[in-house]
């Protein structure tokens, strides 16, 4: 996962011509319909992770590991890692369908926001080696990397899936 990661939340029949003309397609970014996860994606899966004893539910695990895409899978074996300049543009994007997105709904309202987030361990975090490694307990409003951080993604997250799931889009991932 990079630094930040975008839920670009499009509508069956948008997501449908998407799948038809996928390199020609443009996508209009928006606040309406992006959800932006700066550099506290990562966190949030292992928040889930810890939660959950390392045993995602299914629905959780499509979230923070998609499978279906869109576009042309790309050939890791083919990618020479030493020629940075010689590295290909992404041609796929991962998305969730309207139904996984309600599973998803319904795990993510059955769990409390406090009763997840006691499990924020700033040092357990670090040891694991959760991007970007520099989570810490200063909870002031000029900090991130922390609980309170960890907190505005995980509302961030259940606002979106929720506004998902009540349009019945689909969500698009870029990052």
Known sequence: MSQSLNLYQINKSNFEELSKNYQSYNLDFSDHNSSIFEQNYEGLIFLFSTYY????????????????????????????????????????????NPETIKEIDTILNSIENDIILSFYDADNFNANDIYPNAWHNDESEDQAFNKRHLEEGLQLLKETISKAKKNQNYILFFG
């Open 53 to 96: 004893n390392q045993e995602l539910p299914e629905s959780l695990e499509k979230l923070f590991y998609p499978q279906d895409f869109i576009g042309e899978e790309m050939n890791i074996s083919d990618i020479d890692f030493d020629n940075i300049d010689d590295f290909p543009e992404a041609s796929s994007t991962y998305y969730l």
